[in-house]
């Protein structure tokens, strides 16, 4: 469902993968709380194909976490350096305790 939301994204914007995303939702919440969540998320992200594409991006961070293509996703998406070196920039500045680790004790 994912990898359809992404590639109807790619084609023809948010408006026609919002359902394949919609599902995937629904069945991460409880019946009782998907519908204003689901709802609300959707709304907000289905705003453009950017947000909606990283909408998409976030999701298979978490539907997929231990399954071991996040790195391959990372590459087709032309994102694997600058995410190696965001998490390279996180771990300095929680080395040096500076940033939003500022406050964190030693």
């Given at each position: 469902?994912?990898?359809?939301?992404?590639?109807?994204?790619?084609?023809?914007?948010?408006?026609?993968?919002?359902?394949?995303?919609?599902?995937?939702?629904?069945?991460?919440?409880?019946?009782?709380?998907?519908?204003?969540?689901?709802?609300n998320?959707?709304?907000?992200?289905?705003?453009?194909?950017?947000?909606?594409?990283?909408?998409?991006v976030?999701e298979?961070?978490?539907?997929?976490?231990?399954?071991?293509?996040?790195?391959?996703?990372?590459?087709?998406?032309?994102?694997?350096a600058?995410?190696?070196?965001?998490?390279?920039?996180?771990?300095?500045?929680?080395?040096?305790?500076?940033?939003?680790?500022?406050?964190?004790?030693?």
């Amino acid at each position: 469902l994912l990898m359809y939301a992404e590639a109807e994204n790619e084609l023809n914007g948010p408006a026609n993968a919002i359902s394949a995303l919609r599902q995937v939702r629904e069945r991460a919440f409880p019946q009782s709380q998907w519908s204003t969540q689901v709802t609300n998320y959707l709304n907000t992200v289905s705003a453009s194909k950017e947000t909606f594409f990283n909408a998409i991006v976030q999701e298979r961070l978490l539907e997929f976490g231990g399954e071991g293509i996040r790195k391959y996703d990372l590459i087709r998406w032309n994102k694997l350096a600058s995410n190696i070196e965001e998490t390279r920039q996180k771990m300095r500045d929680f080395r040096d305790g500076v940033g939003v680790y500022a406050n964190y004790p030693r």
